[in-house]
């Protein structure tokens, strides 16, 4: 079974711009998680979405915002992108299961020159 | 709030027993997991514990709960250079959250 895909792996944009990154998830999976991961504030939840609803968000400006599809594919939307925002970006799935075990894709780098 | 935390940095000899802990908050926490994460890489699910367990051996891998004192350690048997990464432990928020609440990383050097 294939893991949890991300595109792009690498991304560089400038301040102001906005991004979109893209989750798709292991087969069968219906529950998408993004993460940030920064080196000073370590790994952080931003929102997590089930059939396409948002069940669950983090302590993140309105700036993030997130979506998912009826195919449980899931893109995250940074807009006005602040140096801050450079990170990894992870997307985890999950059968959403009682266990939550999250299964995590390779993450999305993105440096805000 | 919730808040897990873990030491920083563990360097061990390979071939010996790795221990890393980690201590966490949230009493309401229902399981607990361990993530591996390899230099540019995402992370990599090890284990999981239901807290109603107190341990649990996978091959290698140990994982010891004391929910009483809110610790939870893994122990890495016969460390190879192959597990020199960064290890998170991580609790689930609620029975009903997907929300994972991650310690800040412990970084596993095994010296040949």
């Known amino acids: 079974k294939a893991g949890v895909t991300q595109t792009p792996r690498y991304l560089i944009k400038t301040r102001g711009q906005q991004v979109t990154l893209s989750c798709s998830p292991i087969?069968?999976?219906?529950?998408v998680s993004w993460y940030q991961q920064t080196p000073g504030q370590g790994l952080q939840f931003l929102f997590e979405y089930f059939s396409e609803t948002q069940r669950n968000k983090g302590n993140f400006p309105g700036r993030f915002s997130g979506r998912q599809f009826s195919n449980s594919r899931s893109e995250m939307n940074v807009s006005t992108l602040e140096l801050g925002d450079s990170a990894l970006y992870l997307c985890a799935s999950s059968l959403a299961t009682s266990n939550n075990e999250q299964f995590f894709g390779p993450g999305t780098r993105l440096t805000v020159l | 709030g919730e808040d897990v935390e873990q030491s920083l940095f563990l360097s061990v000899r390979e071939g010996d027993s790795s221990v890393i802990n980690c201590t966490y908050t949230d009493s309401s926490s229902t399981y607990l997991y361990w993530y591996k994460q390899e230099p540019g890489a995402g992370l990599q699910l090890l284990t999981y514990i239901f807290s109603n367990m107190d341990m649990k051996q996978d091959q290698r891998l140990t994982v010891l709960l004391n929910k009483k004192d809110k610790h939870l350690s893994l122990r890495i048997a016969d460390t190879q250079t192959g597990d020199s990464a960064i290890y998170f432990c991580?609790?689930?928020?609620?029975?009903?959250?997907?929300?994972?609440?991650f310690g800040s990383g412990t970084r596993l050097l095994v010296r040949p």
């Open positions: 991580a609790e689930s928020e609620t029975d009903s959250s997907y929300k994972l609440i």
């Open positions: 087969s069968g999976h219906r529950s």
